[in-house]
């Protein structure tokens, strides 16, 4: 845990006003991982006085955070946690046309017990979202382990299908204002939606043929229910597996990786090669999408691996978690875990992507008296 004297000192602002501009310029934030949420509930003192350990930081969750407390099936006891310590919620923003841009944004505090009441009013646009996740999250799964599914063909399919049902929902939704702004605003705007989604549309359309080609070429059955297992296939071919990499010491330990693989690999750049490229949106990644495809990739190659990865869906369902959490850690000043092998593979993956997000790993010895 980094010591309070070696943190800069902020001025409090007025963070109403310091919403609407997007700036946060608080106190040092910290994302705390799931399972210090889960300590703290065990133990309400570690957050005694309103801070964690006593420490003055802006403790920072995300909808991530959100969606692991409604999993847990026990929402209060989590929620009083962010109460206490007056957690405020990060979003990524988005623009005018409601595209991501990148930024995030520390909203002022609200009540988490308000905040969570809004994030469970998801709408059917949420639901259709919430079908692309899962469908995307089952194809990983099934090129990972051995168990039957549906075949890659299927999975292409669902994707466009619901790609295709988000448009129309959105463009249902927009057709509610038509009688409320003029029919010349009305008609950019459509026209804006259906150029946006044919754009969209377009990029989809190339990256599934292309993904489709790449895995026909390399002997995968597209129409196949059977599961690939495809980690197991990776270490056999490359004689690589977890043992190797774990031994692997920092410094510059994902370039230590990439050399393992250099002469086998049919990248060309080792930002090909953990999926940083520009090459996969036609734009320049945003560091949030640079963490969850290098976290992945490091899952997929076996260093510091998430434990069942490939071999139980709701273990890469979680794997998945912990990457999002560590999308949104990488725009705070701090972030803490218990998990030791979640810390190293997060700095890993910070010192890589010069991410100057500070990561430790914490323990506790509490005695109960």
Do not use: W
């Not at 003055?56 to 692991?68: M, P």
């Not at 919620?89 to 505090?109: L, S």
């Not at 979202?129 to 168990?147: G, H, R, V």
């Not at 929902?169 to 946006?196: C, H, M, P, W």
């Amino acid at each position: 845990m980094p010591a309070l004297k070696n943190t800069p000192k902020f001025q409090n602002l007025d963070f109403c006003q310091l919403y609407f501009n997007k700036i946060y310029n608080g106190k040092p934030t910290v994302y705390l991982d799931q399972n210090i949420l889960d300590k703290i509930v065990s133990y309400p003192s570690l957050v005694e006085g309103g801070s964690f350990l006593g420490y003055d930081y802006q403790v920072i969750y995300s909808n991530e955070t959100l969606n692991e407390i409604e999993r847990s099936g026990e929402p209060d006891k989590f929620l009083q946690v962010l109460e206490n310590l007056k957690a405020r919620r990060m979003i990524f923003e988005v623009d005018q046309n409601f595209k991501i841009t990148g930024a995030v944004i520390i909203n002022p505090y609200i009540n988490p017990l308000i905040v969570y009441k809004e994030y469970l009013s998801r709408d059917f646009i949420d639901e259709i979202a919430s079908k692309m996740i899962i469908n995307n999250m089952e194809f990983i799964f099934s090129l990972f382990s051995n168990e039957s599914s549906n075949s890659i063909v299927d999975y292409a399919n669902e994707s466009r299908e619901n790609f295709n049902s988000l448009h129309e929902q959105t463009l249902e939704i927009f057709k509610s204002v038509e009688g409320e702004i003029s029919e010349a605003d009305y008609q950019f705007l459509e026209e804006i939606i259906k150029r946006d989604f044919k754009e969209q549309s377009s990029h989809l359309d190339a990256v599934q043929n292309s993904m489709l080609e790449n895995m026909s070429n390399t002997g995968i059955d597209l129409n196949s229910n059977n599961g690939h297992n495809g980690i197991r296939k990776l270490e056999d071919v490359t004689k690589i597996d977890g043992k190797i990499l774990n031994n692997i010491k920092s410094p510059k330990i994902l370039e230590k990786i990439y050399e393992k693989y250099a002469d086998i690999s049919n990248t060309s750049h080792i930002s090909d090669f953990y999926l940083v490229s520009n090459k996969i949106y036609g734009r320049n990644l945003y560091k949030f999408e640079k963490v969850m495809n290098v976290y992945m990739m490091l899952n997929i190659l076996g260093y510091k691996r998430d434990k069942g990865f490939q071999k139980k869906y709701r273990r890469l369902v979680s794997a998945n978690s912990d990457g999002q959490h560590l999308a949104y850690a990488c725009y705070c000043n701090y972030f803490l875990s218990e998990d030791k092998a979640f810390t190293e593979k997060a700095k890993a993956i910070f010192e890589f992507l010069n991410i100057d997000t500070c990561v430790d790993h914490i323990t506790f010895t509490i005695n109960n008296v």
